[in-house]
T-cell receptor, first 112, second 117 residues
Framework: SQQGEEDPQALSIQEGENATMNCSYKTSINNLQWYRQNSGRGLVHLILIRSNEREKHSGRLRVTLDTSKKSSSLLITASRAADTASYFCATDDETSGSRLTFGEGTQLTVNP | DGGITQSPKYLFRKEGQNVTLSCEQNLNHDAMYWYRQDPGQGLRLIYYSQIVNDFQKGDIAEGYSVSREKKESFPLTVTSAQKNPTAFYLC????????????????FGDGTRLSIL
């Protein structure tokens, strides 16, 4: 069953704009991770945020986590054409703790 | 450079044939994983291994088999019992094979695309 679900499914913006992607999940988690996938390639890990953290930054990326709403958001500021990719959230399950469940992803297109 | 190497990049399977996808890592990671990705979808876990000579079924293990005889290698066999094998297969690893493997980033190879002839 799907644990994380991203929203929107697809997002198209102009270079320089900010992009926000959301992830909702169903059960309690220990941590949530965001990954990026360029077309035809493997996934690249972006950020891991733990359940006791509310916000985390890495360069132009900002991730927030609201465990009361069971949701997370990924913000990419000042987007570039090279940010064009699919973005996935992945969550664990607090009870099993042994695997990640990936959402279906948001396809981001940044137009030059 | 350390990383995960998947081969081949493209693979074609004939009816009734078993095929094996290779995954090798030189990151000295304990845990390794196999995922299946269908077009426009997320990843589904097939098998994972937290330590050499041990592996666990994921959510969609039927029609697949694995082995973990060496730390560096985690080959996946797609058997003839897998009736819909056409997909993009991704191998990943993470550093620590202890119980809470979900608390670690995973490093991915660049995938093998499997198609039916």
């Amino acid at each position: 069953s799907q644990q994380g679900e991203e929203d929107p499914q697809a997002l198209s913006i102009q270079e320089g704009e900010n992009a926000t992607m959301n992830c909702s999940y169903k059960t309690s988690i220990n941590n949530l991770q965001w990954y990026r996938q360029n077309s035809g390639r493997g996934l690249v890990h972006l950020i891991l945020i733990r359940s006791n953290e509310r916000e985390k930054h890495s360069g132009r990326l900002r991730v927030t986590l609201d465990t009361s709403k069971k949701s997370s958001s990924l913000l990419i500021t000042a987007s570039r054409a090279a940010d064009t990719a699919s973005y996935f959230c992945a969550t664990d399950d607090e009870t099993s703790g042994s695997r990640l469940t990936f959402g279906e992803g948001t396809q981001l297109t940044v137009n030059p | 450079d350390g990383g995960i190497t998947q081969s081949p990049k493209y693979l074609f399977r004939k009816e009734g044939q078993n095929v094996t996808l290779s995954c090798e890592q030189n990151l000295n990671h304990d845990a390794m994983y196999w995922y299946r990705q269908d077009p426009g979808q997320g990843l589904r876990l097939i098998y994972y291994s937290q330590i050499v000579n041990d592996f666990q079924k994921g959510d969609i293990a039927e029609g697949y088999s694995v082995s973990r005889e060496k730390k560096e290698s985690f080959p996946l066999t797609v058997t003839s019992a897998q009736k819909n094998p056409t997909a993009f297969y991704l191998c990943a690893s993470s550093i620590d094979g202890t119980y809470d493997i979900s608390n670690q980033p995973q490093h991915f190879g660049d995938g093998t695309r499997l198609s039916i002839l």
